[in-house]
């Protein structure tokens, strides 16, 4: 749902509260984002410019009482890339 962060924006500043998530992880995915599409056939490397804090889940999230990580099992491409950058942040 492409508005959902609009709502969300909108209900922060209603409600005073900081926005979720967090301008700096936006502003970071928008340059990830343009990046990836920079990139074009010839797969050029860009140094991203931007970065963020740590995110920590919602409120809402964490008393969902909902373990995702018990509700599907990762799959075998994910625990494979899981493996190579586990190795890859090692060195």
């Given at each position: 749902?492409?508005?959902?962060?609009?709502?969300?924006?909108?209900?922060?500043?209603?409600?005073?509260?900081?926005?979720?998530?967090?301008?700096?992880?936006?502003?970071?995915?928008?340059?990830?984002?343009?990046?990836?599409?920079?990139?074009?056939?010839?797969s050029?490397?860009?140094?991203?410019?931007?970065?963020?804090?740590?995110?920590?889940p919602?409120?809402?999230?964490?008393?969902?009482?909902?373990?995702?990580?018990?509700?599907?099992?990762?799959?075998?491409?994910?625990?494979?890339?899981?493996?190579?950058?586990?190795?890859?942040?090692?060195?």
């Amino acid at each position: 749902d492409k508005s959902v962060g609009l709502a969300e924006m909108a209900d922060a500043i209603a409600v005073g509260r900081p926005c979720f998530p967090s301008p700096d992880f936006i502003l970071h995915v928008t340059e990830l984002t343009l990046n990836i599409q920079r990139a074009g056939t010839e797969s050029r490397t860009h140094r991203m410019a931007t970065d963020f804090s740590p995110l920590s889940p919602r409120p809402e999230t964490l008393s969902s009482g909902i373990d995702y990580g018990r509700r599907r099992p990762p799959s075998a491409i994910s625990r494979l890339i899981n493996g190579v950058l586990d190795r890859m942040h090692r060195h």
